[in-house]
T-cell receptor, first 116, second 110 residues
Framework: GAVVSQHPSRVICKSGTSVKIECRSL??????MFWYRQFPKQSLMLMAT?????????EQGVEKDKFLINHASLTLSTLTVTSAHPEDSSFYIC????????????FGEGSWLTVV | DAKTTQPPSMDCAEGRAANLPCNHS???????VYWYRQIHSQGPQYIIH???NNETNEMASLIITEDRKSSTLILPHATLRDTAVYYC???????????FGPGTSLSVIP
């Protein structure tokens, strides 16, 4: 199946700093990518839909100025958590839609963010 | 996206078939049924999807009822590595967002 790669897989940052997570589709072009966060023992919560060349669409309750999403190319979307706080510590997961395989959505391995 | 309902948890004996049900009574005609699973601390893994015909691949089989209001994911010979949370999702093949429910936590028991 198609491969979606996230980097870094784990990151620790200090409160007040910003951290960037990258999501790449390795063997297909993705005009649409999705960002999720997941707290322990909970399901994935959609944060935003990232569209190549345009602004991301954020879900209700997600602060767009805090979670900056950039989808500058057909294979790369980035999520920047700005002014991170301990409550932002979570598992962040991206996914990308592969239109060449029936629009199947493939997920990255996830990125663990710990804010100290 | 269609709302889906799944049992919160299931057990299955190792080597036996695991049958995971999903109700999607509000699914529309152009929405596919997708199945994903998530092993602890990993990103979700695509398993299979279908529209109205039954589907089979190397991982599983998907049986969709004729009225499309429910489906069953079948893992023919469950192994311990199949222990995971399984998500059933209804989604169109356009640029719809994909919303996850709580899924079914499958435990494969030796």
């Amino acid at each position: 199946g198609a491969v979606v790669s996230q980097h870094p897989s784990r990151v620790i940052c200090k409160s007040g700093t910003s951290v960037k997570i990258e999501c790449r589709s390795l063997d297909f072009q993705a005009t649409t990518m999705f960002w999720y966060r997941q707290f322990p023992k909970q399901s994935l919560m959609l944060m935003a839909t990232s569209n190549e060349g345009s602004k991301a669409t954020y879900e209700q309750g997600v602060e767009k100025d805090k979670f900056l999403i950039n989808h500058a190319s057909l294979t790369l979307s980035t999520l920047t958590v700005t002014s991170a706080h301990p409550e932002d510590s979570s598992f962040y997961i991206c996914s990308a839609r592969d239109v060449s395989s029936g629009n199947t959505i493939y997920f990255g391995e996830g990125s663990w963010l710990t804010v100290v | 996206d269609a709302k889906t309902t799944q049992p919160p948890s299931m057990d299955c004996a190792e080597g036996r078939a695991a049958n995971l049900p999903c109700n999607h009574s509000t699914i529309s005609g152009n929405e596919y049924v997708y199945w994903y699973r998530q092993i602890h601390s990993q990103g979700p893994q695509y398993i299979i999807h279908g529209l109205k015909n039954n589907e089979t691949n190397e991982m599983a089989s998907l049986i969709i009822t004729e009225d499309r209001k429910s489906s069953t994911l079948i893992l023919p010979h469950a192994t311990l590595r199949d222990t995971a949370v399984y998500y059933c999702i209804g989604a169109k093949t356009s640029y719809d967002k994909v919303i996850f429910g709580p899924g079914t936590s499958l435990s494969v028991i030796p």
